[in-house]
């Protein structure tokens, strides 16, 4: 097993009827600032709700974060914080409102011009303003980790960054807050938390005996509950797996000491900048093919995915990693998630330019031995098509 330091200070308030809890999660005297996203926290009544709970508090509210958040949008923000002298940050929504609320924090103590911060992936980021949120998508991790990803539409540049000071405080689980989600949403968070673990997890094998056992079974719980939570949108018992596994996908503990991949969604990341698809559908066009192309460096973890994750476990080695792959697809298209790029419209005449957006953004080693290049990348999306 590989050294690890895992520190997660985030505290998880789950379960029904838990957003009332907010006054007491708040630092007494906060100046919150509530940051959400479109129309659905206010049809929902989530905003409602967690504005009963901040009756006694000081705050204002931002609303306007768009999935895929924007610095521009997000600078907006930055500045009523500022005229405004909040000093904490209460996030309503999923991934996108949660990292941009994540951005705001740091932004706002950020000594320079913040786009830095993502041009350093956070490492310049020595303080933010503390925040928590109110997830109502589970997806992404974002409301148990550190990592952020921010678009800046100008130059369809899509960077994560990670800081030590961007965990949320808090963050509160209420899985009837997800009844509310549409079916593409609720698929979208099935294949961004399956992705998140498979970057973790089938790499090569590193001893992480726990962190495996650990993936797979979220992996199949997955599998068990994603078909579930589109055909009983209101079975609690459902969402609120749904929502643990999301956030255990990624809140540091299965990738504690074993090495990372993240291939695909840096590759994804440019096919949203691009083409704004929706992230988690780039993960399911990236995929498969990454999985294909990268077999040989794979293929112990490949093998072990197939027989413990698929209960594959006849024919020939290679027989059988086709086999996995294949499933991983079919998962994918099970849930009305396309993995083709001609799904989106998107043919070979549209590699070079993906390639060079890679070849800006220094995504010219990727992976967990480093070994994605931009020749390999390019395979990728040819086996994409
Ligand atoms: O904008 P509103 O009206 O709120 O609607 C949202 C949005 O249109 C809607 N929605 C959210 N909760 C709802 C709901 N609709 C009905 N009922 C509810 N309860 O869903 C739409 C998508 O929301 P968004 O927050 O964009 O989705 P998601 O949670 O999938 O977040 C995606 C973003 O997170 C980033 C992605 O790159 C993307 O920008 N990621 C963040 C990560 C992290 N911080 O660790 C890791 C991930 O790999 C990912 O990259
Ligand atoms: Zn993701």
Redesign the pocket.
Known sequence: MQNFDYFNPTRIVFGEDTIGRLSELLPSGARVLVL??????EK?G?LAEVRAALAKHDFAEFGGI????SYETLMRAVGQVHREQRDFLLAV???????GTKFVAAAALFDGEPWQIMEARGENVTRALPLGSVL??P????EM?N???ITRRATHA?L?FHSQHTFPRFSILDPR??F???PR?VA??VV?AFT?IIEQYLTYPAGGLAQDRFAEGLLQTLIEIGPRALAEPHDYEVRANLMWVATLA?NGLIGAGVPHDWAT?MIG?EL?ARYNID??RTLAIVLPPMLQVRRDSKRAKLLQYAQRVWGITQGSEDERIDAAIERTRAFFESLDVKTRLQDYAINAAALDDLIAQLEAHDMTALGERQDVTLEVSRRVLEAAL
């Open positions: 959400y996203g479109g129309a659905s926290a929902n989530t768009e999935p895929n958040p929504g999923g991934g996108s409102v949660i990292d109502t998508l997806a992404t991790g974002s980790n990592g952020a990803v899509k994560p807050k997800t509310t989600l549409p949403q979208n968070g961004d998140h990624l969604h990341h949203t992230h988690a």
